[in-house]
C-alpha cells in the first residue's frame, strides 16, 4: 500500500479502536495526533515524546500516532484540525490561535511575559493551568493542557546586525502570534510563516531575519548556515509554554482513570522539555562562533523597551476582552508575588 493509501486508511480509522476479543484488547485506544511541526528537535522532544510516555504508561494499551505539520492539514492550523475531526488530538503552541483571541499569547507567552521558571509555578502551583483549561473549552470548545515548555528563544538569526531599536527599523523579519503586532510597532516589518519555512525564507532573502526557537533547538535548524548574526536574548519570547488539545468526543469517552494518565504524561513531558531545553542550551552557547557566527547581546534599553512594549499591548487588550484581562490580572497577581524573589532564590557565587 502506497504513502497515500495509508494516509487516506489512517483518516478513515475511527478515532477510538475497539478489538474483539479480551478485555484488555477491548480497551485499546488509537489516536491521532497533527502538529505544528515538521520533524527534529521540536517534535521529538514533545508529541513524539508525549506518545512513547503514554504508550508506556498504559503498557502499550493507549498508541499515539504524531503527524508532522502539514500533512494532516496547516502547521498553523491545528486547533480547527481537531475542532474538525480531522486528528483526535493535536500538539501546537497556542499563539498561532492569537488572531481569534488574542488570550491565546498569555499561555503561549509574548514579550511581557515572565521567564520559564515563573511560568511554571504560575502554570502549577497557582491558577494557570486551570484558566487554560477554561478558556481553551469556553472559545474553542477543546480540551487542552500544556505539553511542552521552551527557554527563552534567540532573539534573531539575521542577515544584519541589530543591537539597538535604530538597528530594527524595517528590518523584515519572519515572526509569529503577537510579535508580528508589537514588532511592527518598534519599526519592523514583520511577515509570519510556519516553522518548516523559515529556513528557506532567510536563505533567499526574503526576509533579513528570522526568530524561531531557542539558543539549543537552533543547532540543528541550519540557520547559522545562512545568516551571519545571533542576537540574543530572546526578549520578545522569553518563554513558550506548549500545548496538547484533545477532541471533547474523545474525552468525553475515556475513562477517569486515562483521563488522569493523559494528564500526568503531559505534565511528565512538560517538565523534561523544560530541562532539556536547558541542558541544550547550555550546550549550545559556543556552538555558533565555533560555526563562525557574531553573536551579539541586544542593548539592556532595547530589551526593555521590548518588555514594556508588551506589558502596554496586553494592558491594551485586556480593557476590551474579558478573558484576556481575566488571565492577565492573574499572571500579574502571580508576577507581583515573586517580585524580590532573587534575594531567596540567588545566591552570589
Do not use: C
Not at 88 to 115: C, K, N, P, Q, V
Not at 160 to 176: C, Y
Not at 314 to 323: F, G, L
Request: glycine share 10%.
Amino acid at each position: 500500500m502506497n504513502r497515500r493509501k495509508l494516509l487516506g486508511a489512517a483518516l478513515a480509522t475511527p478515532a477510538l479502536t475497539f478489538t474483539a476479543g479480551t478485555a484488555r484488547a477491548q480497551d485499546e485506544l488509537n489516536f491521532r495526533m497533527a502538529t505544528s511541526w515538521s520533524g527534529g528537535f521540536t517534535m521529538e522532544l514533545m508529541a513524539d515524546a508525549y506518545a512513547k510516555t503514554v504508550a508506556r504508561l498504559s503498557d502499550g494499551r493507549i498508541t499515539i500516532e504524531t503527524y508532522p505539520g502539514g500533512t494532516l492539514g496547516s502547521a498553523l492550523e491545528v486547533s480547527d484540525l481537531v475542532r474538525n475531526g480531522v486528528a483526535d488530538m493535536g500538539h501546537t503552541w497556542m499563539g498561532y490561535d492569537w488572531g481569534e483571541d488574542r488570550t491565546t499569547i498569555l499561555f503561549g507567552g509574548f514579550a511581557g511575559s515572565f521567564d520559564s521558571e515563573r511560568m511554571l509555578h504560575w502554570l502549577y502551583g497557582a491558577d494557570g493551568a486551570e484558566l487554560w483549561r477554561e478558556f481553551r473549552r469556553d472559545r474553542f470548545d477543546l480540551v487542552s493542557m500544556p505539553l511542552g515548555i521552551r527557554t527563552p528563544e534567540v532573539f534573531l538569526h539575521s542577515n544584519k546586525p541589530v543591537r539597538t531599536l535604530a538597528d530594527f527599523q524595517g528590518l523584515k523579519l519572519r515572526t509569529v502570534g503577537a510579535w508580528l503586532e508589537i514588532s511592527a510597532e518598534l519599526g519592523a516589518a514583520p511577515v509570519t510563516a510556519p516553522m518548516g519555512e523559515v529556513y528557506t525564507m532567510l536563505e533567499r532573502g526574503v526576509v533579513d531575519a528570522v526568530e524561531s526557537g531557542s539558543l539549543g533547538e537552533n543547532v540543528s535548524t541550519g540557520f547559522h548556515q545562512v545568516a551571519k548574526y545571533v542576537i540574543l536574548p530572546g526578549a520578545h519570547q522569553p518563554v513558550a509554554p506548549f500545548e496538547l488539545m484533545i477532541a471533547p468526543r474523545v474525552w468525553d469517552g475515556l475513562s477517569e482513570a486515562d483521563r488522569a494518565l493523559l494528564q500526568d504524561a503531559a505534565r511528565l513531558v512538560t517538565m523534561d522539555s523544560w530541562i532539556a531545553f536547558g541542558q541544550a542550551d547550555a550546550k549550545a552557547k559556543t556552538f555558533f562562533e565555533d560555526q563562525g557566527n557574531e553573536v551579539i547581546d541586544l542593548d539592556p534599553e532595547v530589551q526593555k523597551a521590548v518588555f514594556d512594549a508588551g506589558v502596554a499591548y496586553a494592558d491594551k487588550i485586556a480593557a476590551d476582552n474579558e478573558w484576556f484581562a481575566r488571565v492577565w490580572e492573574s499572571q500579574k497577581a502571580f508576577d507581583a508575588l515573586w517580585q524580590g524573589s532573587e534575594r531567596y532564590r540567588r545566591v552570589v557565587r
